[in-house]
Antibody, heavy 118, light 111 residues
Framework: EVQLVESGGGLVQPGGSLRLACTASAFTFRSYWMNWVRQAPGEGLEWVANIKEDSSERNYADSVKGRFTISRDNAKNSLFLQMNSLRVDDTAVYFC???????????WGQGTMVAVSS | QSALTQPPSVSGSPGQSVTISCTGTSSDVGGYNRVSWYQQPPGTAPKLMIHEVSNRPSGVPDRFSGSKSGNTASLTIAGLQAEDEADYYCASYTRINTFYVFGTGTKVIVL
């Protein structure tokens, strides 16, 4: 069974940094685009970033461009999101999601909570 | 890039059909057959229900169907069941700034 498990969330002050990780299992990780999607408390979903199978292409939402960096380690079946210059409005549950269907997210992790507050 | 527009809520009795609309522009919904739909019960992760406008992944009941006309996509749930009560989100590829855009979300209420 495909599994995605996020980690690394927590409470951080505005301007701080955090690195999220997502560990994948039960599928060939290196063969799929991977995504980060977030959901602020009580709000809808917002796509954050994605990365191609071989890391040759990365895309970001305007709201995080220049502050967040997506990366992956195919040898360790892991996806990462380095978040710098965090703002209060970055507070959300962050999900990793597999791009297993053309332009769709077919499996999701349970999410990790990031709270940005002073 | 603004979120795609969905109604805040739709409701129906068990056995009835409900349809959720998702309105975008020619730069996203109307320009590509790259619309997907997700079901999210409270406190859980989203689940893919429809991809590429009208394709159902294996395991998704055939009560769920998708379509598109112009800049508006739709998700129809036929034979509504209590377990269908959840938030539903559409999403589309977009050529404007960001890569994907989600809808505002619709709460399906089973009366």
């Amino acid at each position: 069974e495909v599994q995605l498990v996020e980690s690394g969330g927590g409470l951080v002050q505005p301007g701080g940094s955090l690195r999220l990780a997502c560990t994948a299992s039960a599928f060939t990780f290196r063969s799929y685009w991977m995504n980060w999607v977030r959901q602020a408390p009580g709000e809808g979903l917002e796509w954050v970033a994605n990365i191609k199978e071989d890391s040759s292409e990365r895309n970001y939402a305007d709201s995080v461009k220049g502050r967040f960096t997506i990366s992956r380690d195919n040898a360790k079946n892991s996806l990462f999101l380095q978040m710098n210059s965090l703002r209060v409005d970055d507070t959300a549950v962050y999900f990793c999601a597999r791009g297993g269907r053309p332009h769709a997210f077919d499996f999701w992790g349970q999410g990790t909570m990031v709270a940005v507050s002073s | 890039q603004s979120a795609l527009t969905q109604p805040p809520s739709v409701s129906g009795s068990p056995g009835q059909s409900v349809t959720i609309s998702c309105t975008g522009t020619s730069s996203d919904v109307g320009g590509y057959n790259r619309v997907s739909w997700y079901q999210q019960p409270p406190g859980t992760a989203p689940k893919l229900m429809i991809h590429e406008v009208s394709n159902r992944p294996s395991g998704v009941p055939d009560r769920f169907s998708g379509s598109k006309s112009g800049n508006t996509a739709s998700l129809t749930i036929a034979g509504l069941q209590a377990e269908d009560e959840a938030d539903y989100y559409c999403a589309s590829y977009t050529r404007i700034n960001t890569f994907y855009v989600f809808g505002t979300g619709t709460k399906v209420i089973v009366l």
